[in-house]
């Protein structure tokens, strides 16, 4: 199996309800064909850098997967048949780009956990 990522901009007109019943769709396409979710990020509502059918934002996700080479047609025939993608974009990783994913990943993971132990008392001056 390889590892993979994908990275996809769902229309901004979509409620919160929709995106997420649109990401967990394409995330059954993987998981349905012997594929494993590493990692998902959803990174929200965010500019383009040029408008793509008339809109100017859209909502991004970025699925990191282990899946064999097949089930990348499935999932990009879906991307192709799903009106509310409007790009998408998977590429498979090399050793090192996974090693850098993992990297980053725990690196994230521990941030949120630093922040919440270096909080710096309040100064109380009268």
């Known amino acids: 199996m390889n590892h993979y990522e994908t990275v996809f901009i769902l229309t901004p007109v979509l409620s919160d309800a929709q995106m997420k019943e649109a990401v967990d769709k394409f995330k059954a396409v993987i998981t349905d064909n012997a594929g494993a979710i590493v990692n998902e990020e959803n990174w929200g509502l965010r500019k383009l850098a040029y408008p793509i059918q008339k809109k100017s934002t859209g909502f991004y996700t970025l699925l990191e997967f282990d899946a064999n080479p097949e089930v990348i047609k499935k999932l990009e025939t879906q991307f192709r048949r799903d009106e509310r993608v409007l790009r998408f974009l998977t590429f498979r990783l090399d050793k090192y780009a ?3 994913a993992a990297k980053r990943r725990s690196l994230k993971a521990s941030k949120p956990a630093a922040e919440t132990t270096n909080v710096e008392p ?3 001056e009268a």
């Open 98 to 100: 996974a090693e850098y």
């Open 122 to 124: 309040e100064n109380k």
